[in-house]
């Protein structure tokens, strides 16, 4: 049997190379796992067990060994496989996985609901220090839930190289496999010894010799049942150690040491690049060649106003790469701090930075914020602290899909006291926003978008509050934000040619409005249209509406943004199309609103 699944594993790794040199995806993480799934397939039967995943990025092999084998060349393509777990996807699929901390609180919910079925969940070493994650273990250590095993896939990374403690004693733990053999062996031991009395001296001595051996003795104490294996890549020891884990009647907790991308030596090599890679070849490793991205002209600026104040820091949770910060890193290591998975942290130590005279910059992506909510309100909009969030990934992110694309921090920004908020259209205006935020005295959102960098020939600097003319027209007034100027200037001329041209308004300062310009120039226009890569509800042109609502004016303003902010994976581009904020679907979109206006003036 063992034969056979060495060379099951062998041809699932070969597809998943395969695959993600094609569609790009999350490879590191799932050629670490190839033996793990595989064995748990065959010790388990997942159309009754239920499997987990935190995060879902690890469950490529999984859908390849239930119902979507044959699917699995359409990951992350448009109408093709999710990059995640997903319950409209698969009944194999149990809970929508995309963040980290989600398995083991969900986890609690099945095995209470399904008391005979076998709830098994993989998380990472990085997802079990989130905060979601422990407080689970604290709930399920206080439980008799016999039907939980939770496997804790160690491989020492989450995007980036783990940091804590937590970290650390896991590496202390898997270290010391001896725990297990000394555990068997004192036991027979005992079986041979009659003296009640020393039966009990040595089981005090067996707990403190555990206790030196391995710290996860605690963890027996509080009510787990504790097993930890090497080499997560050994078929005949994974099975052997399911098989023992699937009869215990504890929440039992596997510990399994894995190497991320094993069996790619690129990916072995460089298993930050390879944990979610773009197309590569697969000859060379080598990803190709990409236009400059408003990350890296962040992570650019960023470095160099850096080095001129000794008071700015970074911040990000387990993103410093992702959000343009890698340089930094390697040049201010001091002031380039990564807290893991931990946005709730990540906020209120950037609080206390910011109230004891530092000047923080929070980057994290848009879908991730959304985490530490409580924190941003709380302890920085209340205080009214001058903590800078830079929100990387806003609007539509593409192959990652609906649990990654950033659509509520424009939401959620806009409705907290104290913030002003920024949508730079160009990659110049981005600049300027961070020379802006250096000495900014109260709470500061920059949002990027996942797109490459635009810029005009000429443009005045950015100011807080106000808005530029990009070209001047009549009857038809264009207000736009962050990425749409792009799209709308690409399709100016087409539209000028159908009889529909106007101003175009560059409006990167969305809190605080052009006050001033709403009040003196609005009521010149026929017809106002606002756009946005955004959700409508909340939103920049509801803000515009609210103003104008406010301050008596009577003007219907036409929202182009997103109507549904849970939006399916595949590329960005065919993503803003299908959407109608690009090309030919915004031209349409357009078209529609202004022949309607049309007709009601008939």
């Known amino acids: 049997?063992?034969?056979?699944?060495?060379?099951?594993?062998?041809?699932?790794?070969?597809?998943?190379?395969?695959?993600?040199?094609?569609?790009?995806?999350?490879?590191?993480?799932?050629?670490?796992?190839?033996?793990?799934?595989?064995?748990?397939?065959?010790?388990?039967?997942?159309?009754?067990?239920?499997?987990?995943?935190?995060?879902?990025?690890?469950?490529?092999?999984?859908?390849?060994?239930?119902?979507?084998?044959?699917?699995?060349?359409?990951?992350?393509?448009?109408?093709?496989?999710?990059?995640?777990?997903?319950?409209?996807?698969?009944?194999?699929?149990?809970?929508?996985?995309?963040?980290?901390?989600?398995?083991?609180?969900?986890?609690?919910?099945?095995?209470?609901?399904?008391?005979?079925?076998?709830?098994?969940?993989?998380?990472?070493?990085?997802?079990?220090?989130?905060?979601?994650?422990?407080?689970?273990?604290?709930?399920?250590?206080?439980?008799?839930l016999e039907n939980l095993i939770i496997i804790i896939n160690d491989n020492e990374m989450s995007i980036g190289e783990n940091i804590g403690f937590i970290s650390k004693f896991l590496k202390r733990v898997i270290s010391s496999g001896t725990y297990q053999n000394f555990k068997s062996e004192i036991k027979v031991f005992f079986e041979k010894i009659n003296a009640i009395r020393v039966k009990k001296t040595l089981g005090r001595l067996e707990n403190s010799l555990k206790n030196y051996v391995t710290p996860l003795y605690v963890v027996e104490n509080f009510g787990?049942?504790?097993?930890?294996?090497?080499?997560?890549?050994?078929?005949?020891?994974?099975?052997?150690?399911?098989?023992?884990?699937?009869?215990?009647?504890?929440?039992?907790?596997?510990?399994?040491?894995?190497?991320?991308?094993?069996?790619?030596?690129?990916?072995?090599?460089?298993?930050?690049?390879?944990?979610?890679?773009?197309?590569?070849?697969?000859?060379?490793?080598?990803?190709?060649?990409?236009?400059?991205?408003?990350?890296?002209?962040?992570?650019?600026?960023?470095?160099?106003?850096?080095?001129?104040?000794?008071?700015?820091?970074?911040l990000s949770a387990a993103m410093i790469k992702g959000t343009g910060l890698g340089e930094f890193s390697k040049e201010l290591p001091n002031r380039c701090i990564d807290t893991g998975i931990a946005e709730g942290f990540l906020v209120t130590f950037a609080a206390g930075l910011a109230k004891s005279g530092k000047k923080p910059y929070v980057c994290v992506y848009s879908t991730f914020i959304q985490r530490a909510v409580s924190q941003i309100i709380h302890d920085v909009s209340i205080q009214n602290l001058p903590v800078k969030f830079i929100i990387d990934r806003s609007g539509i992110v593409g192959e990652d899909g609906k649990t990654h694309n950033g659509f509520y921090d424009m939401s959620i920004f806009l409705t907290l006291q104290n913030f002003t908020v920024l949508c730079p259209t160009t990659a110049k205006e981005l600049e300027q926003a961070l020379d802006i935020s250096k000495n900014f005295n109260s709470p500061l959102v920059i949002r990027i978008p996942k797109d490459n960098v635009f810029d005009l020939e000429e443009e005045n600097r950015l100011e807080?509050?106000?808005?530029?003319?990009?070209?001047?027209?009549?009857?038809?007034?264009?207000?736009?934000t962050g990425t749409m100027l792009k799209e709308l200037l690409t399709i100016y001329d087409e539209?000028?040619?159908?009889?529909?041209?106007?101003?175009?308004?560059?409006?990167?300062?969305?809190?605080?409005?052009?006050?001033?310009?709403?009040?003196?120039?609005?009521?010149?226009?026929?017809?106002?249209?606002?756009?946005?890569?955004?959700?409508?509800?909340?939103?920049?042109?509801?803000?515009?509406?609210?103003?104008?609502?406010?301050?008596?004016?009577?003007?219907?303003?036409?929202?182009?943004?997103?109507?549904?902010?849970?939006?399916?994976?595949?590329?960005?581009?065919?993503?803003?199309?299908?959407?109608?904020?690009?090309?030919?679907?915004?031209?349409?979109?357009?078209?529609?609103?202004?022949y309607a206006s049309e007709e009601r003036k008939i």
Not at 83 to 104: C, K, N, R, V
Not at 510 to 520: A, C, G, H, I, T
Request: hydrophobic share 35%.
């Open 1 to 144: 049997m063992n034969t056979e699944l060495i060379n099951r594993c062998e041809e699932i790794r070969k597809k998943l190379i395969d695959v993600t040199s094609k569609n790009g995806g999350h490879l590191g993480p799932n050629l670490g796992v190839v033996e793990l799934t595989v064995c748990l397939n065959e010790v388990f039967n997942f159309k009754e067990d239920i499997l987990l995943f935190d995060v879902g990025h690890q469950a490529y092999v999984y859908k390849i060994l239930t119902d979507r084998g044959d699917k699995i060349e359409t990951l992350r393509k448009r109408h093709g496989l999710s990059p995640f777990q997903d319950p409209s996807e698969s009944s194999y699929d149990h809970f929508i996985s995309g963040h980290a901390g989600t398995a083991l609180p969900a986890a609690v919910g099945f095995a209470m609901a399904n008391p005979d079925k076998k709830v098994i969940v993989i998380v990472g070493d990085a997802s079990v220090s989130n905060g979601h994650s422990l407080e689970a273990l604290n709930y399920i250590g206080s439980k008799k």
């Open 224 to 314: 787990f049942k504790f097993f930890s294996l090497a080499d997560g890549h050994n078929i005949s020891s994974l099975i052997s150690l399911f098989e023992k884990a699937k009869i215990q009647r504890k929440p039992t907790i596997l510990l399994v040491k894995t190497e991320k991308g094993k069996g790619y030596c690129f990916a072995e090599a460089n298993k930050e690049k390879f944990h979610g890679i773009s197309p590569f070849d697969i000859e060379t490793g080598n990803t190709y060649k990409k236009n400059k991205t408003y990350s890296e002209v962040f992570g650019e600026k960023i470095l160099k106003i850096a080095k001129e104040d000794n008071d700015i820091y970074a």
């Open 464 to 480: 807080i509050g106000k808005w530029k003319e990009i070209k001047k027209g009549s009857k038809n007034l264009f207000i736009v």
């Open 495 to 594: 539209l000028k040619s159908k009889g529909i041209e106007g101003t175009i308004v560059s409006a990167a300062s969305v809190r605080p409005l052009d006050e001033e310009y709403l009040l003196n120039y609005i009521r010149e226009y026929d017809n106002v249209y606002v756009l946005e890569e955004s959700y409508m509800r909340n939103s920049f042109g509801t803000s515009i509406l609210e103003f104008l609502n406010d301050n008596g004016i009577n003007k219907i303003i036409h929202r182009i943004c997103l109507k549904n902010a849970i939006i399916p994976h595949g590329k960005r581009e065919e993503l803003l199309e299908e959407e109608g904020l690009k090309g030919k679907s915004l031209i349409e979109r357009i078209e529609e609103l202004f």
